[in-house]
């Protein structure tokens, strides 16, 4: 069964620091994977995909991911994270182009300390 | 930048009203998707559509119809609203089930 996992309901990072927020995903053949990002009170933007090739996708906002078939994780990264960057982020699992519904995980919500 | 919009913002309802939530897409894609978010769920999908007059079912489809009227406007009814019905449902939209653009989300209380 295809699933997605963000052990993580909370994380919690200085201004400055860097961020990594995990994610495992269950699937039977080779995903498509996505990052989306929340911020307060409005919908769902597309941070990052991958769908194949070099295993680390770059982003908006200076994020990139990092996708690991040995591992079934598609861990998302910042170098240093602003204030602006408090927000719930999913990852998020396709089974292709054309080949079904997403499946969500169940988000991580980012705070930055100043 | 794609477009969804949604209507209304804000609903509040009673316990077996009758609510209809509003989506529309201003960007010709073929694909339109009703979820709800619930704390703990993440986004969970109601109902999709992949043109004008289709209609797929999605995970948690019960106590949910939907329409897809026009290829910009996809309707969600909720006939006999329960208080397990309320919360925030996001309408989106893609080509070919390929990245999804979001609308600002509906608030929904059944009380």
């Known amino acids: 069964a295809q699933s997605v996992t963000q052990p993580d309901a909370r994380v919690t990072v200085s201004e400055g620091a860097s961020l990594q927020l995990r994610c495992k995903y269950s699937?039977?053949?080779?995903?498509?994977l996505f990052w989306y990002v929340q911020y307060p009170r409005q919908g769902l933007q597309l941070l990052l995909k991958?769908?194949?090739?070099?295993?680390v996708v770059q982003g908006v906002n200076g994020f990139e991911a990092e996708f690991s078939k040995s591992n079934s994780s598609f861990h998302l990264r910042k170098a240093s994270v602003h204030w602006s960057d408090s927000a719930v982020y999913f990852c998020?699992?396709?089974?292709?182009?054309?080949?079904?519904?997403?499946?969500f995980g169940q988000g991580t919500k980012l705070s930055i300390k100043p | 930048e794609a477009a969804v919009t949604q209507s209304p913002r804000n609903k509040v309802t009673v316990t077996g009203g009758n609510v209809t939530l509003s989506c529309r897409q201003t960007?010709?894609?073929?694909?339109m998707y009703w979820y709800r978010q619930d704390t703990g769920h993440g986004l969970r999908l109601i109902h999709y559509s992949y043109g004008a007059g289709n209609l797929q079912i999605g995970d948690v489809p019960d106590g949910y119809k939907a329409t897809r009227t026009t290829q910009e406007d996809f309707f969600l009814l909720l006939e006999l609203a329960s208080p397990s019905q309320t919360s925030l449902y996001f309408c989106?939209?893609?080509?070919?089930?390929?990245?999804?653009?979001f609308g600002p989300g509906t608030r929904l209380l059944v009380l």
């Open positions: 699937y039977s053949g080779t995903p498509y």
């Open positions: 989106a939209s893609s080509v070919n089930q390929d990245t999804q653009y």
């Open positions: 960007n010709s894609h073929n694909y």
């Open positions: 998020v699992l396709s089974g292709g182009y054309n080949q079904g519904k997403l499946i």
């Open positions: 991958y769908y194949s090739g070099d295993p």
